[in-house]
Each structure stands twice: as structure tokens, then as C-alpha cells.
């Protein structure tokens, strides 16, 4: 069978090829793909890429899935999402309370009132753009609350969040010249908020980060820039997607709506199998730390490794039926969030963002359907939605 370069945004224009990842999964897991670079499409494969750090290397390389340049790998490596332990681990640490079940419970009400302001906003028009009015609106309101980011700031990184992430310039060379570029914008705003939090300092996270102790020192001022572009970027950009491909899912199954309607308690599920079915991250990327096997295939010190979670959630050796969007499957061992040392620490907050928003989309609106086609955007990483119209009445038959 053919197969496309998975690392290619074109790639994904038409959504994820799971018929190239089924081949792949049946045919040739461990796939190599040239220039030292192997593809991991089974779940058992991803996740020992994932739980074996001292092999499969996140800061030898970095992350992300193209190779990046020196100086900006450098910079990249200042944050957890880069390292290896201990020092991801001692860097983690400095961020877990914020995500305390302590401090969860303290934003649930406040997500809770928030979630119903958006969907109230709306309702009486009888249509939205729920990707940029609600599913967008949603996880930017609270990443600014646990980060003490003033809400009239919160358009403009986004958009710069949706330059790191997805392109539309079509020659990659250019958009990774942009990535970066906005990139360093986010890093720009970081030291401007420093400077204020340090004037002023307040109740969240980036106060917090600014005292905090990292073995015996302070964070630099680099460390911090990067501590703020991850803890910003991952919290802006995989919520709204989770929910604008969660909804364009349950609208083609108004029998999964109607039984969510009558039963809201249900949703805890039917969010976890939107995780499984269209998970919001395509692929992260492992550098190989010393000479190993995998799947019976010889990586070599220096390959680049990239796990696909699109495949590894539909192993049929794992999930019966993967192809099947079932709201009743338990268990549900997706790794939509990721697996060992660098699992998700937002994976609870997401999970209650999705579920307030849907909780009030169901109670407060009725006959959702597409006025348009979701609009995508283009990206072989972060599945982003740029544009998604929904009509619907203003109350639930």
C-alpha cells in the first residue's frame, strides 16, 4: 500500500487517514520512513515509546515532529514538555498544585456559571460559530484564570497559538519560519507579564511560578517564557478542539444527543470516547537515546521516533469494533492524554471544561444542526478548528 508522508499537513486535509494507520497497524507498526525516522502506529509500541524516557528521549530532539533549529530547540528545552527526567520531573512539580483537586474544585463553579454565559450568549440568535464563540471561549477563560492573564489578552495569543500550530503557508520551511515567529511573540507577552505579576503579584500560577523554589534556585527568565508558552498553548488550543470534533461526532448521532438529554450523567463517557475517536494531539516525537528494538525493528541513537494517537486508539487488540463510536465502551484506555511521565497535567481540567459545555449545549438548545461544513485547520500536529456554524432553536423540544 502506498503510504503518505504522515508528517505532511496535506495529509490530514480530508481528515486522519485511518485506513493508512490500519495498514500500517496490520502490516508494518515500527514503520521506517527514511533519514532515521520510524512511525509507531500500535497501542502496546506507543505506549512503551511513552513510559521508557531513559530510551525514547523527549529533550534529545524535542517534540515536535520536524527537526527545528538549533537555537530554537534550545529554548524549547527549557520547558517540562522537552525534558526528561529528573529534570521534567522537578519541573512538573512546580505546576501540579495548580491543578490540585483543591484548585479544580474552586474553578468547577466558576467553569460551571461560564459555560452557561457562552451558550446564553447565543441562544436567541438561533445560530454560532461554535468553534470561535463557545468551544474556543471556554478553555481560553479558564487557562487565563489558573495563569493570571488579563481576559482582554486572550484573542491575541490565541492567535498566536494558532500560528504555532497550524499553517496556511503551504511551503513548510515558511511555516516554520512563522511557528516561530509566533512563537517568540508568546514569549515576548511572557516577559511583560512577569514584569507586571512582580509589581503586583496575585492569586495564580504565574505569581506561584515567579517564587517558586527548583531545586534550591529560581526559574530563570527563559525558563519562565517557556513554563508560560506550553502552560498557555496546551491549555487554549486541544480543549476547543476536543469539543468542536466532539460536537461535529454527536451531530451525526442526534440518538447519542437525545439519550445524553435525558440522561446528562452519561456525558463523562461520551467524552472520554470523543478522546478515543478523535484525539486533538496527531503525533508527538521521541529521539532514540541509545541502540533498542521495538516491534522487532533496530532504532539506532539519533532516530527520530513519532507516535501516532490517531492509530494507537483504534487497535482493534485493544478497543473491539475501533472503527465504531460507542459511548457505552468500557473500558476506555485511550492515550488521547499521552501516557507515563509526561501524561497530561491538564487531563481533568479538559475533561471538566468539555463536560460543562456540553452540559449546557443539551439543557439549553435544541435541534443542533450544521449550517456549514467545520472548517479545519492545517496541521499534521494540534488538530485545530478554525471555523464551525451550528444552527439550533433556542430551547430543547
Known amino acids: 500500500m502506498h503510504s503518505p508522508d504522515l508528517t505532511d499537513p496535506d495529509t490530514y486535509s480530508a481528515g486522519v487517514p485511518h485506513d493508512v494507520f490500519r495498514w500500517l497497524r496490520e502490516n508494518d507498526p515500527v514503520s ?11 497501542y502496546d509500541h506507543v505506549s512503551t515509546v511513552l513510559r521508557e524516557p531513559a530510551i525514547f528521549s523527549s529533550w534529545l530532539g524535542g517534540v515536535l515532529p520536524d527537526d527545528l533549529p538549533v537555537e530554537f530547540l534550545a529554548k524549547l528545552r527549557e520547558n517540562m514538555l522537552n525534558r526528561d527526567p529528573p529534570e521534567h520531573t522537578a519541573m512538573r512539580r512546580l505546576v501540579t498544585h495548580a491543578f490540585s483537586p483543591q484548585r479544580l474544585a474552586r474553578l468547577d463553579s466558576k467553569m ?29 477563560f479558564v487557562i487565563c484564570e489558573i495563569l493570571g492573564v488579563p481576559l482582554s489578552d486572550r484573542e491575541m495569543l490565541y492567535s498566536r497559538t494558532a500560528r504555532m500550530f497550524g499553517s496556511e503557508f503551504s511551503d513548510r520551511a515558511d511555516a516554520q ?12 507577552y511572557a516577559t511583560e507579564l512577569r514584569q507586571a505579576k512582580r509589581a503586583r503579584p496575585a492569586d495564580d500560577l504565574v505569581s506561584d511560578l515567579l517564587h517558586a523554589d527548583l531545586d534550591g534556585r529560581r526559574l530563570e527568565h527563559s525558563e519562565f517564557q517557556a513554563f508560560f508558552m506550553l502552560l498557555f498553548n496546551a491549555g487554549a488550543d486541544t480543549t476547543r478542539s476536543l469539543l468542536c470534533f466532539g460536537l461535529d461526532l454527536l451531530l451525526d448521532r442526534p440518538d447519542v444527543l437525545d439519550r445524553a438529554r435525558s440522561k446528562p450523567c452519561m456525558l463523562p463517557r461520551v467524552i472520554e470516547e470523543i478522546l478515543r ?17 521495538l ?25 473491539a469494533n475501533p472503527d465504531q463510536f460507542d459511548v457505552d465502551r468500557a473500558p476506555n484506555r485511550h492515550l488521547a492524554f499521552g501516557h507515563g511521565v509526561h501524561f497530561c497535567l491538564g487531563a481533568r481540567l479538559a475533561r471538566l471544561e468539555c463536560e460543562h459545555v456540553l452540559r449546557q449545549l443539551i439543557a439549553r438548545l435544541g435541534s443542533i444542526e450544521r449550517d456549514r461544513p467545520m472548517v479545519t485547520a492545517r496541521t499534521a500536529f494540534i488538530r485545530s478548528v478554525q471555523n464551525q456554524e451550528i444552527r439550533f432553536s433556542d430551547r430543547p423540544a
Open 177 to 188: 519560519r512563522d511557528a516561530i515567529a509566533a512563537a517568540e511573540e508568546l514569549r515576548d
Open 295 to 319: 516491534g522487532g525493528r533496530k532504532l539506532a541513537a539519533g532516530d527520530k521516533v513519532l507516535v501516532y494517537f490517531p492509530s494507537a486508539n483504534r487497535d482493534a487488540s485493544v478497543f
Open 32 to 42: 521506517h520512513r527514511g533519514a532515521g525516522h520510524w512511525a509507531v502506529t500500535r
Open 112 to 140: 460551571a456559571v461560564h459555560a452557561r454565559i457562552l451558550v446564553e450568549r447565543v441562544r436567541d440568535r438561533g445560530h454560532c460559530d461554535f468553534a470561535t464563540e463557545i468551544a474556543g471561549q471556554m478553555p481560553l
Open 277 to 293: 475517536f478523535e484525539p486533538p494531539v496527531i503525533q508527538f516525537r521521541r529521539t532514540v537515546a541509545r541502540d533498542t528494538t
